[in-house]
């Protein structure tokens, strides 16, 4: 079977023959913005993958169909193409929507859009999940909370002290330069210099 594609004033001609591996080819590639919908993809031999991105990088420049083309016919590696890829993207800082109609910028954003919030929940799946995770399905069922008779995040003195390296300053023992600062209204660097540490 020869299915012939034609597309954009036929300056893309392509054969796709029984048999052979073939690959799927986003028509409007998705760095402009392109969707994976049906619409947007045909599949295509390896040579004419390359040949598809060789026209998309000659007919508007872009690094990204340059190094698809080059990759798909082995003539650079995966390092190098990786490589290219960081140096592109650090140099050309100039978003894709800078080559796009308004009306190509609109769908380019609600693609992303919907990419970004997932498929939406059913109230069904929402219920479901609501059961599968109450009761003895709640992996934290019949468990103790971690924080269960603890106060807060204040720790007592005591513990303050063990962690601390606490210094003797004016007579006064704390349990850390900062401390001692802070409650006497000095820097760290007075307290520092005119106190003395405590070793336990």
């Known amino acids: 079977m020869v299915f012939l594609w034609q597309k954009q004033?036929?300056?893309i001609a392509l054969l796709l023959n029984n048999g052979m591996r073939k690959h799927k080819h986003h028509i409007i590639p998705k760095h402009m913005g392109g969707s994976d919908d049906p619409p947007n993809l045909v599949e295509l031999t390896v040579e004419e993958h390359a040949e598809a991105h060789r026209i998309l990088w000659e007919k508007y420049g872009r690094w990204q169909d340059r190094l698809a083309w080059l990759g798909l016919l082995n003539i650079i590696g995966k390092d190098q193409i990786i490589d290219d890829m960081?140096?592109?993207r650090?140099?050309?800082r100039i978003p894709c929507t800078n080559f796009m109609?308004?009306?190509e910028i609109i769908k380019w954003k609600t693609n992303l859009s919907k990419a970004l919030k997932g498929k939406p929940k059913s109230d069904k799946w929402k219920e479901n999940a609501s059961?599968?995770?109450?009761?003895?399905?709640?992996?934290m069922y019949g468990k103790e909370p971690w924080n269960k008779g603890k106060k807060g995040f204040s720790a007592s003195l005591e513990s303050k002290m063990k962690r601390g390296h606490p210094i003797l300053y004016n007579g006064i023992e704390y349990y850390s330069i900062k401390e001692a600062a802070r409650q006497n209204n000095i820097s760290d660097y007075l307290v520092k210099k005119n106190s003395i540490p405590i070793i336990k």
Not at 131 to 139: D, F, V
């Open 9 to 11: 004033n036929n300056s």
């Open 86 to 88: 960081y140096k592109n």
């Open 90 to 92: 650090k140099v050309n």
């Open 101 to 103: 109609t308004e009306e």
């Open 131 to 139: 059961k599968r995770l109450s009761g003895s399905g709640n992996p």
